[in-house]
């Protein structure tokens, strides 16, 4: 079982910044791979960016070059970094973590972030 806690949601204004965390506790496989998604409402969970164990990222376009996600695999922790927010990010994001190795797949509880123009 592993847990995902969240942090660093909030409101902001287009153009600001805010930096989300994720810190997994209980029994983490080493290897894995951590992700954030988002939900806006009436729209389907997009994957936002992803980040291996050995720190091989992915970024949706939409994203790509605003974002960047990071991990401390000592603090089992990993982060997004957002930039240039702009009010289309607005969303509820989850952090999640799949362990291929395992056949495990958890998500964290999402945490609300809301650009205002």
């Known amino acids: 079982q592993v847990q995902l806690v969240e942090s660093g949601g909030g409101l902001v204004q287009a153009g600001g910044s805010l930096r989300l965390s994720c810190a997994a506790s209980?029994?983490?496989?080493?290897?894995?791979?951590m992700g954030w998604y988002r939900q806006a409402p009436g729209k389907q969970r997009e994957l936002v960016a992803s980040i291996t164990s050995a720190s091989s990222t992915y970024y949706a376009n939409s994203v790509k070059g605003r974002f960047t996600i990071s991990r401390d695999n000592a603090k089992n922790t990993v982060y997004l970094q957002m930039n240039s927010l702009k009010p289309e990010d607005t969303a509820v994001y989850y952090c999640?973590?799949?362990?291929?190795?395992?056949?495990?797949?958890?998500w964290g509880q999402g945490t609300q972030i809301t650009i205002t123009s």
């Open positions: 209980g029994n983490i496989n080493r290897l894995n791979i």
């Open positions: 999640n973590q799949k362990s291929p190795l395992t056949d495990s797949n958890y």
